[in-house]
């Protein structure tokens, strides 16, 4: 067991597991009707696979256009196209980018690691590493030829949607004419599929598997370089990688909270919750429930079973959830490899917003 890690990756105080708040505008935000605040495991689970009394159709405030995402609709529409783009991320297709994933890992690290050792012996793990690392495996994947990934980073933020959507037409009438081993050339070649429903999969599978993707990865080496002792022990084996990648992810979401609408007046926790409210499910919270979790503020590797509802739950579970375990755990092997200690540099300075946790910079000491 290691100890307690530090106060950001603590909470902030839930006045009760099912709570009304208040939306009081901020300079950037107008205010908005207020939401219910939901933090225990169980009620999140029960919220998330409830689709038809917690709908994800975009509620007051959000834009009606995002009803055509998978992301924003309920079954049995969202049942159909997500089976479609489960079927094409098959574990198979996923298990293949093992290789290219360590392979371009072990190039980032070792060229972050010469132009350290060159110049100030500091590296940034979040943006030298982490930021390609994560951008160029979803490009594999989708398929994005290699004179436009340089756009990639580009298409985070609350734009991207719309940015990509254009690039997205361009993208798959590209790999309808030129297919390869790709998810947009199989969901371009899927009959099944309407045009306007491939324009939606494609900009949103770019859109969801960038920002928390690069989040998860630079967010548990922050962990791990504020605990060397844990760090200690998976270098030599005696933790084991696949369960301390869950324990990461438990500590460190990069999405903190999901919404839905209430589709029905109910009743949660003894709370009456009238149509049309909207609900707000903190994973980060959840994954602190400490009647599900023993001493939820520390991190233990050995940690297990480990529910943590980082990549959700129920019918809008992360799609890309096993291609984010494989591409966590190539890229902490190759750290572990690289890297002898994980010793900070500098302070790790944070982005995000209330709703998603990442890393801007991770400086750490070369050797
Ligand atoms: C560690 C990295 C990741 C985390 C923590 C994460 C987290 C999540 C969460 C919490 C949801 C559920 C949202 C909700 O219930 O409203 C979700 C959905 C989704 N994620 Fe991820 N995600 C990650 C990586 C990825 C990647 C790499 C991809 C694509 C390759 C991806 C594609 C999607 C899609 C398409 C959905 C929508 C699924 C649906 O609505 O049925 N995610 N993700």
Redesign the pocket.
């Known amino acids: 067991m290691i100890p307690s890690p530090p106060p950001r990756h603590r909470l902030p105080h839930a006045p009760a597991p099912v709570s009304w708040r208040d939306e009081s505008g901020t300079p950037d935000r107008p205010p908005g009707p207020g939401f219910w605040a939901v933090t225990r495991h169980a009620d999140a689970l029960r919220v ?1 696979r409830d689709p038809a009394t917690y709908s ?1 159709l975009p509620g007051p405030g959000e834009l009606p256009l995002l009803r055509r995402l ?2 924003h609709q309920d079954p049995p529409q ?1 049942t159909r196209l ?1 089976d479609h ?1 489960a079927r094409s ?1 098959t574990p198979e297709r996923v298990q293949r980018f093992t290789e290219s994933a360590r392979e371009r890992a072990r190039t980032l690290l070792t060229r972050a690691l010469e132009t350290a050792r060159a110049t100030d012996g500091v590296l940034d793990l979040a943006t030298a590493v982490c930021d390609p690392y994560t951008s160029l495996n ?1 490009a594999d ?1 989708l398929g994005i030829p290699h004179a436009d990934r340089r756009r990639l980073p580009g298409w985070t933020g609350p734009h991207a949607l719309t940015d990509t959507t254009g690039y997205a037409r361009h993208l798959i009438v590209h790999r309808r004419r030129y297919p390869d081993d790709d998810l947009t050339t199989v969901l371009a070649h899927n009959a099944q599929l309407t045009s306007d429903e491939l324009e939606m999969l494609v900009p ?2 770019l859109t ?2 960038l920002a ?2 690069r989040d ?1 990865a630079a967010g548990g080496l922050a962990v791990l370089a504020e605990h060397p002792e844990a760090y200690r022990e998976l270098r030599e084996g005696t933790a084991e990688l696949k369960r301390a990648v869950e324990e990461l ?1 438990r500590l460190h ?3 903190l909270t ?2 839905r609408t209430a589709a029905a007046d109910t009743d949660l926790s003894g709370h009456r919750i009238r149509r049309g409210d909207k609900v707000v499910v903190s ?1 980060a919270a959840a994954n602190h429930d400490d009647q599900v979790f023993t001493t939820p503020d520390r991190l233990d590797l050995a940690r297990t079973p480990n529910p943590h509802l ?3 739950a ?8 096993d ?2 375990r494989l ?2 755990r190539v890229l902490y092997e190759e750290v572990l490899r690289a890297l002898p200690e994980l010793r900070l540099a500098g302070p790790v300075l944070l982005s995000g917003s209330g709703v998603t946790d990442g890393v801007a910079s991770l400086p750490v000491r070369a050797g």
């Open positions: 998330l994800s998978l992301s969202h997500r783009a991320l979803l994947l949103l599978l969801t598997g928390p993707m998860a992810l979401p990069p999405l999901v919404r994973l980082s990549f959700g129920g019918p809008h579970l992360c799609l890309g959830a291609f984010a591409q966590l």
